[in-house]
């Protein structure tokens, strides 16, 4: 194997030979590199009749695709690569004339990329069909040798600067008329910012308050859950006092319960068992004291009775003696008759002479400061007219009715006359 060649990375090899042989024979090998080709159509007529240059470049590869790889080998397999180049630039430029005939120049010179778009699009079937991709064409020049194209350019220089004072002028009256209407629609725009400000500024004013009474309202909330939280916890904690208390509250119940059972243990056995034993003491003392009394005051009343007895009978006695005594003397009385009578007067007198004179023993001198004797007899007569009223006072006798008094008495009436 003297003739040796290295297939590079873009580069495909074609292999001839059977595969189950040792030894392969190295047919050829097909670039898979970008080649860059220049086209150029001289002095071709448009559409018009006007002929003009045209320069480009494209791109162009050979496809990898495994069917399209098998086109490009069977057209430019044994082939250099400036063969290859030389075959896809005539197949362009071909494709390039064609294109420009049924343009007009303006086409051409005023939209390049439509033109170079048709171009592309017009060969690439035909270059496909070799196994080739063209991957970009662009138009570079456009040219003529008559200055047609100078002359559309001036003419088109002058419309476009006549298009350009018209424009001005337009520029200018739409300048004025669209200042205006700009100073109004920045009035309106001003009016309505201010509005929409003024409006802003209410809502955030409104949104302000809102979030304010929001604000507030949760504060509020949260104050008063706090507060009711302090209460339940307060409560809890509370109640928890009470149930501790309660637990205590027993537990002293308890305790005193049976302090009370120990203390009245305690109580029966130093005061109540020893007050019970005093108090039977006491009681059958006072038993004894009672029965003692009671004895006592049978015998006093026996003896009252006893006593009230004889009493009763010495003073009936007394009373039958005096009631004999009376008898006997109201017999003697009605025996006597007048006698009776005045001598019982009689007899009574030195009492109430006694009784007058009870008074006047205790005096040592009597002076009757008077020199008028019939004032004295006048004191002594009345004396002896009240007389018989206490006689009759003291004896139950009307001594005015006794023949001797009233004899007496009218005596003395006649000796004072």
């Known amino acids: 194997m003297g003739n040796c060649h290295t297939v590079g990375p873009n580069e495909a090899l074609v292999v001839s030979g059977t595969l189950d042989s040792i030894n392969v024979l190295v047919k050829s090998w097909i670039t898979l590199e970008i080649m860059t080709l220049q086209p150029k159509c001289e002095d071709v007529e448009t ?12 791109q162009v590869k050979v496809m990898t695709d495994t069917e399209l790889l098998g086109y490009a080998c069977e057209q430019f397999l044994g082939k250099t690569v400036a063969e290859i180049k030389s075959v896809i630039l005539q197949t362009l430029e071909g494709h390039l004339r064609s294109i420009l005939g049924t343009l007009t120049v303006e086409q051409i010179y005023q939209d390049r990329d439509r033109f170079a778009t048709l171009v592309r699009e017009v060969a690439s079937p ?120 309660v637990v205590q509250r027993k537990k002293q119940i308890t305790i005193e319960e049976k302090e009370i059972v120990r203390m009245d243990k305690e109580l029966i056995a130093t005061v109540k068992r020893p007050a019970e034993a005093e108090a039977y003491k006491i009681e059958q003392l006072a038993e004894g004291q009672k029965m003692k009394k009671v004895l006592t005051s049978q015998a006093e009343a026996e003896k009252i009775r006893l006593i ?46 006694a009784k007058v004179a009870a008074p006047l023993a205790r005096t040592n001198e009597i002076i009757i400061m008077s020199g008028d004797n019939s004032r004295m007899n006048g004191e002594v007569t009345r004396l002896l007219a009240e007389l018989p009223v206490t006689v009759n006072a003291l004896t139950g006798v009307d001594m005015m009715k006794m023949p001797f008094l009233q004899q007496l008495t009218g005596h003395q009436s006649q000796s004072a006359i």
Do not use: H, W
Not at 48 to 58: K, L, R, Y
Not at 329 to 340: D, N, P, V
């Open 47 to 58: 559409a018009e009749g006007v002929a003009i240059t045209v320069t480009g470049v494209a």
């Open 126 to 245: 035909d270059v496909g069909r070799m196994g080739i991709e063209i991957l970009s064409f662009t138009i570079k020049d456009v040219y003529d040798k008559v200055e047609y194209l100078s002359s559309l350019g001036k003419t088109q220089t002058a419309a476009v600067q006549r298009d350009a004072d018209i424009g001005v002028a337009e520029a200018e009256r739409d300048a004025g008329i669209k200042e205006a209407d700009c100073k109004r629609e920045m009035m309106d725009i001003k009016f309505l910012a201010d509005t929409k400000m003024a409006d802003s500024k209410r809502e955030l004013e409104m949104q302000k308050a809102s979030f304010n009474q929001e604000v507030n309202t949760k504060k509020a909330e949260a104050e008063l859950a706090y507060v009711l939280q302090a209460a339940k916890e307060q409560q809890k904690i509370r109640l928890e006092e009470i149930e501790i208390e």
């Open 308 to 353: 009230g007895e004889a009493e009763a009978g010495s003073i009936e006695a007394v009373g039958k003696a005096e009631a004999e005594k009376m008898r006997l003397k109201a017999a003697a009385y009605l025996q006597y008759g007048e006698a009776a009578q005045t001598a019982l007067v009689l007899e009574a007198l030195p009492k109430i002479a």
